[in-house]
Each structure stands twice: as structure tokens, then as C-alpha cells.
């Protein structure tokens, strides 16, 4: 996966693309405190059961891990606290209404810094079944023991 310049991803939904089938991603900006921003600096984050919900027609992350900053006293921010996420209207309308109708979710599928901003790749995905999970498991095995054949070649040779 290549990241264009001046791109530095803090952390990764890394059950995501296994547990949801992702449709369609977009890039949102994220409202946050000072604190956040300072502990997001040194990574610590953890977005593996977050997901965005929408209240009162707008957009927000809720259970995203943010660790609280250790130097901030009594300013500091509660790690799971629900963070308004940033869109235009139209791209919020469009939203509304696949999750609404079609039973798609919204899932975060990374963090990351982007010309100092912080940025959250947000998914539009439907849940996979479990037979699709154990089939994806089963390629992941069988491209893993080709490739493990393909290494042990290549030093016999």
C-alpha cells in the first residue's frame, strides 16, 4: 500500500477489511481536543470496535480510543468519548441514506495526519457472514503455504 507524501498514519482498523465487506471510503476530518491531538502525536489510538453513528444530523466516532496525554493535568480529554466527524452537507445526505436504507455501516478504517490535520478514513461496509470470514481465512492459509513452497525452492536451487 503506497501513502502519498506528508501522510502519517497513527493506527489502523486492522479487523475492519476481515469483518466488513467495504464498499466505498471517504476521507473526514475529525474534531478534537487539544490533548487528543498531542497523544495522537505519539500514536496512541486504537480504533478496533469503533464505528460512526449519526445524532441529530450529524455525524460522530464513538467508542474510538484515544489515550488521555500524560502532561496534561487537569485539561486532559476521557479516551471514549464520542468526536464529531466532518463532512460537507451533501457528502452527510448521501451518507444518511445508504446506511439508512441499503444496512451498510460506517467503520473507520484509519487514522492519520494529512498537512497537520487529523483525517480518518471512514468505510462504507456490510457485514461479512461467517462463511465468508472462514473462506478468507483459507485463502490467507493457502496463499501463505505457496509462498512458503516458492522460499523453499528458491534455496534448494
Same mark, same amino acid.
Given at each position: 500500500?503506497?501513502? /502519498?507524501? &506528508?501522510? @502519517? ?5 486492522? *479487523? ?10 471517504? /476521507? ?11 497523544? #495522537?502525536?505519539? &500514536? ?12 441529530? &444530523?450529524?455525524?460522530? #466516532? ?31 445526505? *448521501? ?20 498537512? &497537520?490535520? $487529523? @483525517? $480518518? ?6 457485514? *461479512? @457472514? ?8 483459507? *485463502?490467507?492459509? /493457502?496463499?501463505?503455504? #505457496?509462498?512458503?513452497? $516458492? @522460499? ?6
Amino acid at each position: 500500500m503506497t501513502t /502519498e507524501p &506528508g501522510i @502519517k498514519i497513527i493506527c489502523k482498523n486492522r *479487523k475492519a477489511r476481515f469483518n466488513f465487506e467495504v464498499e466505498d471510503t471517504f /476521507e473526514v476530518g475529525i474534531s478534537l481536543m487539544g490533548s487528543e491531538v498531542k497523544s #495522537l502525536r505519539s &500514536g496512541k489510538a486504537n480504533l478496533s470496535d469503533s464505528y460512526a453513528k449519526f445524532r441529530d &444530523g450529524e455525524l460522530f #466516532l464513538v467508542d474510538a480510543h484515544i489515550s488521555p496525554y500524560d502532561q496534561a493535568s487537569r485539561e486532559n480529554h476521557e479516551p471514549l468519548r464520542p468526536r464529531k466527524l466532518l463532512l460537507h452537507k451533501r457528502e452527510l445526505k *448521501k451518507l444518511v441514506g445508504k446506511v439508512t436504507e441499503r444496512g451498510f455501516s460506517l467503520i473507520p478504517l484509519k487514522l492519520y495526519f494529512k498537512r &497537520g490535520k $487529523v @483525517k $480518518v478514513e471512514l468505510a462504507l461496509a456490510r457485514g *461479512k @457472514k461467517a462463511y465468508d470470514k472462514r473462506e478468507a481465512i483459507k *485463502k490467507k492459509d /493457502e496463499r501463505r503455504e #505457496l509462498e512458503r513452497m $516458492v @522460499k523453499y525452492r528458491q534455496r534448494g536451487m
